[in-house]
């Protein structure tokens, strides 16, 4: 790994609640991972072995169905760890997988110490459990309250950065509509 990238997983790691050493001695068994765009992270149907902090581009999670659908059920950019939380606390394979949307640079861990931090209840573990259970609150409440015009133009308004690197049919599925609906709602917006 370079010494840039194992400083800034050292600093991401502190700001969970790691101790200095324990930033350094884990960023130390980081692995850089370049991916590409479509390449997977970790499979559906597969118990994870690795989580992952994002350094650079967007991966998403996403369900493949057996009709041929996809279904985007969170995006990840930047700064964002990607976790299993599901096979994590059950032992079971994903039910989704975890995929890059666009070409990315990420840093992999075993799942050791995530397993570990989890029986301690470290500060980093609910740290970022918080940190999911919150998006997921959100997110839940934007499709149950919302109508699809709604959720796209929270969309816009809260991920402005994410509309120049996805694709139409990515933001549908993330917003639980076709591509077909994003486009009319679209170009509804472009007339008003």
């Not at 001695?25 to 390449?39: N, Y």
């Not at 059920?73 to 059950?90: A, P, R």
């Not at 402005?160 to 609906?181: C, E, N, V, W």
Request: net charge neutral; charged share 20%.
């Amino acid at each position: 790994m370079t010494p840039e990238a194992c400083a800034s997983l050292q600093r991401v790691l502190q700001q969970l609640g790691l101790t200095g050493e324990e930033a350094t001695q884990l960023a130390c068994l980081g692995k850089l991972r370049q991916i590409r765009s479509g390449e997977t992270l970790s499979a559906q149907g597969q118990v994870p072995t690795q989580f992952h902090l994002l350094l650079e581009g967007v991966c998403h999670g996403v369900y493949h169905t057996e009709n041929g659908r996809h279904y985007s059920k969170e995006f990840y950019w930047e700064g964002d760890w990607v976790i299993g939380y599901e096979s994590l606390l059950t032992g079971e394979p994903l039910p989704f997988e975890f995929q890059a949307v666009t070409d990315s640079t990420l840093v992999a861990l075993t799942m050791e110490p995530l397993s570990r931090w989890r029986e301690q209840r470290h500060p980093a573990y609910l740290t970022l459990l918080e940190t999911q259970l919150l998006f997921k609150e959100r997110k839940e409440r934007l499709l149950l309250l919302s109508t699809p015009e709604q959720r796209y133009r929270h969309f816009c308004e809260h991920y402005p950065q994410l509309l120049q690197r996805l694709a139409d049919y990515q933001i549908a599925a993330y917003l639980g509509i076709t591509p077909i609906s994003l486009s009319r709602i679209k170009s509804r917006l472009n007339k008003g």
